[in-house]
């Protein structure tokens, strides 16, 4: 989504601009330090805000711009994107509140 976004509106071919590759290294940063790992749900049914609220204002640009671009760029990927936007956010489970029940 952020190389689409940076072809449409940075302008730039076959890369990224310095900003979007700073951003890019951003967002890899905090999925590999969330707790859902790799069931993490879409951002907008997450129950936890992995990025700072600035950095949040630029993803949601990114996303707003290339969600739509998605369809005609990458048909299969929309697909699983829309798919788990739909699917419920289970709380991780180390962070699950309550005793557990050991029959």
Do not use: Q
């Not at 076959?14 to 951002?43: H, I, M, N």
């Amino acid at each position: 989504m952020i190389r689409i976004f940076c072809r449409d509106r940075h302008g730039t071919t076959g890369g990224l601009c310095g900003d979007c590759t700073e951003l890019r290294a951003y967002a890899e940063r905090r999925l590999e330090k969330c707790p859902f790992g790799s069931e993490k749900p879409t951002c907008a049914r997450c129950p936890v805000h992995c990025y700072r609220p600035g950095m949040r204002d630029r993803i949601r640009e990114v996303m707003r711009h290339s969600g739509p671009r998605m369809i005609w760029r990458h048909p299969v990927l929309a697909a699983f994107h829309l798919l788990d936007g739909r699917r419920k956010a289970e709380p991780p489970a180390d962070r699950r509140k309550g005793p557990r029940n050991n029959p």
